[in-house]
């Protein structure tokens, strides 16, 4: 699950909107990950998270916050990876993570904290009240 700049660094190619992104994730994906997800894409003001299998790319948004938060990268993957576990669909655990990481952001920024609000927040990260659609690409 890298983030913009971690996978300009993997792939040694920019990444500065859907397409650049898509082509360096199957880039990536061609060295050996069958999954490739990718977070912190801005797009009109908006974030962006991707994920590219050999069954096509995904993408969930959301409004950008633009205040800095420590935690983000770490929570997203852990959510990804135990939706994934739990569902067995890229999608349905993109969605699920994209809510969670909604949630605590939501906490987080209501606490008027830096580090996320992941106690107080526990059950409507792993459980989403809300879930945000999450869009097939290609």
Known sequence: TPNVFELEQLT???VTDLDSARVAMHSLRGRGPRTVVLTGLPENGRISTLAATNMGLWRVTAPRIDRPLNGTGDLISALILGHYLEW???????????SGMAEAIEATVAAG?????????LDRIVNPPKLIDVEKID
Do not use: D, N
């Open 12 to 14: 040694r190619m920019k």
């Open 88 to 98: 067995g669909a890229i999608a349905e655990a993109l969605k699920r993570a994209a």
């Open 113 to 121: 904290r830096r580090e996320l609000a992941l106690v107080q927040a």
